[in-house]
């Protein structure tokens, strides 16, 4: 008989050696938008700390005034217009592609100015690229532009990949792009983020929503799963700030 993916992430959370750390981060935060206040309703429930990765040239005054109201949730700049300049048959890509490196680099600190401003302290200075891409080359460069952190999707490569940047990835997407942007059901994202916990090494696990293409059924899986996380007393649900000052991976 098989384990049902809620007891299986249970049972690996209380099988870990040690607390399990894990981060919540949602991406293409800009506009104010009904599932935004969903989300954001969600994290305050559920007392779940959230790093909103907001596309600069996105923002809303309506939209900085929502997530301003939500003590739980922090800011994280993704990209600067979330514009694809892939160069076919290549993969989207804001960070590179046929876009000219200077002038990346000037929007992405005009696009960091913005939300410092827009934000204040809960503003983090780290970069979230579009699509989870960029540009190796522009990655050196990057603590010269301000940014503290690199945030893309999967296993890190590197604890630092350069001097004075960390990187902060998340591993669960609640999205299956793949297969038309489909949500995953319960038992998918369940059973997925136990394998993750099986395999934990000390690196922060990272759960990945989307609101603007999450409808009612995804909200209610993303709380079951934080549900679980937070009543369990072996992990450990971190927000930004917090990985960032205390982090030793």
């Known amino acids: 008989m098989s384990v049902p993916p809620e007891a299986a992430l249970v049972a690996a959370l209380g099988a870990s050696p ?8 949602d991406d293409d935060a800009g506009r104010d938008h009904p599932r935004l206040a969903s989300l954001l309703a969600l994290a305050e429930r559920r007392r779940a700390p959230v790093a909103l990765a907001v ?10 005034a ?7 949730a922090t800011v994280l700049q993704h990209g600067i217009a979330h514009a694809d300049h892939a ?16 002038a990346l680099a000037r929007d992405l600190v005009r696009g960091r100015e ?3 401003a827009a934000f204040g302290a809960r503003f983090r200075p780290v970069l979230v690229p579009p699509w989870n891409r960029i540009d190796p080359d522009l990655v050196p460069g990057l603590p010269a532009l301000g940014f503290k952190a690199l945030s893309t999707f999967g296993r890190r490569r590197a604890a630092e990949p350069v001097m004075g940047l960390r990187q902060v990835n998340t591993h669960l997407d609640l999205v299956a792009w793949r297969e038309g942007g489909r949500a995953l059901s319960p038992e998918e994202a369940l059973s ?8 934990y090494d000390g690196e922060p696990i990272g759960i990945l929503s989307h609101h603007l293409v999450m409808g009612d059924a995804a909200l209610a899986t993303l709380d079951r799963l934080l549900t679980l ?13 917090t990985l960032l000052g205390e982090a030793r991976w």
Do not use: F, T, Y
């Open 229 to 241: 996380v937070q009543d369990h007393p072996k992990a450990r649900l971190l927000g930004m700030g």
């Open 87 to 102: 160069v076919p048959p290549g993969k989207k890509i804001e960070l590179g592609g046929s876009a000219d490196h200077a």
């Open 18 to 25: 040690a607390p399990v750390v894990l981060w919540w981060r």
């Open 114 to 116: 913005r939300l410092a």
């Open 66 to 72: 929502r997530i301003l109201g939500c003590p739980l």
């Open 192 to 199: 997925a983020l136990a394998e993750r916990v099986r395999a």
């Open 55 to 64: 596309v600069p040239e996105w923002l809303e005054e309506a939209c900085a």
